[in-house]
């Protein structure tokens, strides 16, 4: 069965500073997609990347950066110099090829400190 | 604008009186689905659908319902609602099976008495 765990719950950090955000999966299959949403205080829900499994490539747009290892089945997501506006709840999600369910981690709460 | 659409925003209503939650998109997107936000549990998928008529269950689907009549709009059908069912709901739809969910509805805020 499909699992995706954040074990970060909630983090803070100061404005500029780097920050890492978590995210470990568990499947069996061989083809699947690994996604990062953002769920800022307003309340929408943003979706920022899909990967595949095929894909090892690691993703920079702007000051986000993700980065994927099937080796440690993760998907870590990297803020470079955080800024206020990224003070928001992640979201990592999963879903296998075969299968078109989606599941979802617990998300971690990002706040960035001014 | 490229836009997905749920009504009503928000709604306090009693046990067992249905209800209905209407989604629409404007993409022609093959691929709708719905999720429940609860503190704690993150997101969990309701129902999809992959196309007209084509529907399925996701993580926990007990207690509702979901119809796909048209291409653009989802409904989601709480027929006997229960407190449990208290809520913030998003609908999502996307280009293709693989790619979802990409666009969100701003969510609907359900409260059970």
């Known amino acids: 069965a499909q699992k995706v765990t954040q074990a970060q719950t909630e983090i803070s950090v100061v404005e500029k500073e780097d920050v890492t955000l978590d995210c470990v999966y568990e499947?069996?299959?061989?083809?699947?997609?690994l996604f990062w949403y953002k769920q800022p205080p307003s309340g929408e829900l943003v979706f920022l990347i899909r990967?595949?499994?095929?894909?090892?490539q690691n993703e920079i747009s702007g000051r986000y950066s993700w980065n994927f290892q099937k080796s440690t089945s993760s998907f870590n997501f990297t803020i470079t110099a955080s800024q206020v506006v990224d003070s928001a709840v992640y979201f990592c999600?999963?879903?296998?090829?075969?299968?078109?369910?989606?599941?979802f981690g617990k998300g971690t709460r990002l706040h960035i400190l001014p | 604008e490229a836009q997905v659409t749920q009504n009503p925003r928000y709604l306090i209503t009693v046990t067992g009186k249905k209800l209905t939650v209407t989604c629409s998109q404007n993409m022609n997107h093959e691929y709708m689905s719905w999720y429940r936000q609860d503190p704690g549990l993150g997101l969990r998928q309701i129902y999809y659908?992959?196309?007209?008529?084509?529907?399925d269950k996701g993580d926990v689907p007990e207690g509702y319902k979901v119809s796909r009549k048209e291409k653009r709009n989802f409904p989601l059908i709480l027929e006997s609602p229960s407190p449990n069912q208290t809520s913030l709901y998003f609908c999502?739809?996307?280009?293709?099976?693989?790619?979802?969910?990409?666009?969100f509805g701003d969510g609907t805020r359900l409260s059970i008495l």
């Open positions: 499947t069996r299959d061989t083809t699947y997609y």
């Open positions: 659908s992959m196309n007209v008529e084509v529907t």
């Open positions: 990967r595949n499994s095929f894909d090892e």
């Open positions: 999502a739809s996307s280009s293709d099976r693989n790619n979802q969910p990409q666009h």
């Open positions: 999600a999963l879903s296998e090829a075969w299968d078109d369910k989606i599941i």
